[in-house]
């Protein structure tokens, strides 16, 4: 299991941008990010395939958030602009050796492994 490990979360005002890194201790490569408000399920946010650099994103950030990887490192990143008060959750990295792309954020009871989480607040 891939020791993962978040940060980069923050308070922030709406309209106002992030950037979350994910470190893994080895290269995997299918990574997500998921974010999780508490009582509720924890939701997909956006994958990334390095095998072919394929990206997807939920409907609720596309177009504001963008999912990237540092080339020839083992660290994933999730630029978040014009944040809203309903980003605001805990921001979670998983791998997967088994899920890519849409598989990932639809089978996340099912990934490898997760980060601890980092906390995301936009406060309006």
């Known amino acids: 299991q891939v020791q993962l490990v978040e940060s980069g979360g923050g308070s922030v005002e709406s309209g106002g941008s992030l950037r979350l890194s994910c470190a893994a201790a080895?290269?995997?490569?299918?990574m997500g990010w998921f974010r999780e408000v508490q009582g509720n399920e924890r939701e997909g946010v956006a994958a990334?395939?390095?095998?072919?650099?394929?990206?997807v994103y939920a409907d609720a950030v596309k177009g504001r958030f963008t999912i990237s990887r540092a080339n020839g490192e083992n660290t994933l990143f999730l630029d978040m602009s014009n944040l809203r008060p309903d980003d605001t959750a805990m921001y979670y990295c998983?791998?997967?050796?088994?899920?890519?792309?849409?598989?990932?954020?639809?089978?996340?009871?099912?990934?490898?492994?997760w980060g601890q989480g980092t906390l995301v607040t936009v406060s309006s």
């Open positions: 998983a791998t997967s050796q088994h899920f890519c792309g849409w598989g990932m954020l639809k089978n996340r009871r099912l990934l490898d492994a």
């Open positions: 080895r290269y995997i490569s299918c």
């Open positions: 990334l395939d390095d095998s072919d650099g394929e990206t």
